[in-house]
């Protein structure tokens, strides 16, 4: 296996999360979701607070790959995740979601890596099966 494409400590990063950047994800991508936006509701379906969208999450995670690759998100060929867990995002405060990437394979052919990607909030596994394939 040769070098991967970048140090591989790019493959590490602290990405934070507070409410107001719920909002401007749901604003964004048009995901009204009341369970990542009102308390009440997310407690009335028996969620412990508001929760980060699915979507904000694995697009964290995919921002350390793409940074991994130069910064160029073209050059991600296909990603793919389990949510596994939820990030909670209480009033008041700003969560903190670890996200670690390994290359787990690389196809001198095609010129591509595989990356493992671990996603946590807290103690918590938030993605599982988590990965992406990149051209290096």
Known sequence: MSAPAADSAALVRTVTVDRARLVAYADA???????????????????????????????????????????????????QTRFTGMVVVPEGETVEVRVEGTVTKRDEDADTETIAITATCGEDKVLGRCQAVVRV
């Open 29 to 79: 991508s048009g995901d009204q979701n009341p369970i990542h936006q009102d308390a009440d509701v997310a407690r009335s379906v028996g969620l412990p607070d508001i929760i980060a969208h699915g979507m904000w999450t694995m697009g964290a995670a995919l921002d350390v790959v793409t940074a991994y690759v130069g910064g160029d998100p073209g050059r991600v060929l296909s990603c």
